[in-house]
């Protein structure tokens, strides 16, 4: 797999703000999004990571309004190609499905209906959409170049999904998510239920499936090494937080986060075994957030200032946004100090 | 689409009639462990009519002979095999001249004909009411008012055979009480005939459908209610499939193959259930048969219909074993 370029185009296709999910508890909502904001750009590839529930397939189902009860969107405004998803009524939004957003979801497995042939499946989303189509050939054509497209043989067409192989139901997963050429595709862990040679081809078909039709794809994982390899920016999520997005180089050779370097510092290695070095252990109650930076209970780093200002996400170079006190001009001085002594710990 | 083959077949119909053989042999013993024998029941029924009975019993003597009863068992087990497979049920011993073949034929198409619909209705209309309870766009009158319905379910058939008989055939006389067609009306494939038949049959097959299908909508909403869970559910509603659509060919299609399942298994308890609703109506099938049969000590008769019912339950069961892997792609009837 190569490495994909930073220069993308600056055209955005998928614009976020202030997007705001709750999970409705007994005791309280419990706050899985927290005000992220976050551009996706025409032919990107973005990947979101962070820790099992720091809210990033929350952050995807938001996107594509499928949050679950009792989860809900407490506020936000999702905007693809200058269409606001949260303003389309009922059926504006059935009919905006899979044409604007598609979703390839996590765990392909049970992800297909087990009574419908394979065809009928990838069928129904076009004649939901395009309506009933005359050509019976012409739609059987389609399907094989887009079985063509994910790698997968023909003969699957009648076959019904207990009688694929995972690697091949997440294929069809993701021929059926690119079927309308949507402008947004999001991949929630696709390849996380896969052993690593199938995780790896099946990687590697996103990405050219994606070059091929030229959609945007957004990749959520926690996988930080497969994804280094196939996304051309990484953001981080922290309990509900955006707290750095920025292209898969700066991050990987500088990550300026606290908690995306703890993050990159803990890939692990064959080469050598690392100690994790974000504190394990209970983080804060979701339902009551502590004031300030979310992370400065565990950030080594953190100071009178963290507790006090809720940082805000900081430009620090081209489609580079973090949320640290440290990089605020006027604390320039104590980010030198404090990366000094954490190098010499 | 699961395959058939011949060896599944072969296996599955030896099995079938393994069950009719055992059937067939329990029904053969159990009457002859009970205590009494129906020629002496019948003619101490006939002294007690008329008081006495010249030569009572060179009568009974004469009757054990000619229903071979003096032979050793196994000579009667053979002889009841052996004609349980020319479809010679033997005679009615309280009704002598008529065959129980013949009584039985006449009975049991009333019978299909009745479990079968009431069947098909409160089959469909249970899964109907369960899908809908289910559903997240079924209107909240709907929700409220399919439970209300469910409050027969837990009283027993018969009872709610009465009730309906009562009020709809004694107090308000829209239908008719008894019997599977009206005196007056002749026998035949006429439209005539065919209205009366269903007017009969209507509250009888109420009775059976009302104390149903609350079960079998229970049954399907909690089925519904997993499938909903269903990874394929969320990638459903993000493909963006008409509402309508994702409930029939997504949720009902998936949640009804347990259904069928348990269809299949409660055959055999619904025919209890039908039995008594036949009485309360005097329904003239199988139901009415094997209580009259009951009532006379018939032994011939209640061999006869408890082994036709036998047939018929594990016939029933036989067909939706065979048509399973038509509705579950996952089930296939090859060889394994």
Redesign the interface.
Known sequence: MEMQTENGSERVVLKVEKLRIHYATPQGDVIAVSDISFNLYEGETLGLVGESGCGKSTTAYGI?Q?V?PPGYIVNGSIEVDGTEVLDLSEEE???????GL??I???A????????RVKDQII??IE??EGKQESKEAMRDRIYELFQNVGLPNRIYNM?P?ELSGGMKQRV?IA?GVALHPTVVIADEATSALDVVVQRIVAQTLVKVKDEIGVSLIVIGHDMGLLAQIVDRIAVMYAGKMVEIAPVENIYAEPLHPYTRLLIDSIPSIKERKPLKITEGITHDPRNPPSGCIFRLRCPFAWEHCVEVEPEPIDAEHKHEVACHLYDERFEERRANAFATFANS | MGAFSINYLVRRLLVFFLTLWVAATLIFIIPRLAPGDPISAMVARLSQQAGFVENADKIIEGWKERFGLNDPVYVQYLRFMTGLLGGDLGYSMARFPSTVTELVGRALPWTIGLVGIATFIFFTVGNLCGALLAWNRTPRMVKVLIPMSMIFTSIPPLLAGLLLSYIFAFLLKWFPQTYSYGFGVQPGLTLDFIANVIHHGTLPAMAIVLVTFGYWALGMRGMMVTIEGEDYMILAQAKGLKPFYVLYRYMIRNAILPQMTALAVSIGTLVNGVVLVEVIFNYNGMGTLIVTALREQDFGLIQGTSFILIVTSAFAVLIIDLCYPLIDPRISLEGR
């Open positions: 594509l499928l679950q939004l059935r009919k905006f499905r899979w044409t598609s979703l979801p996590q765990g497995m049970n992800s297909l209906n087990p009574t419908m129904d989303v939901s959409h019904y207990h997963c059926m």
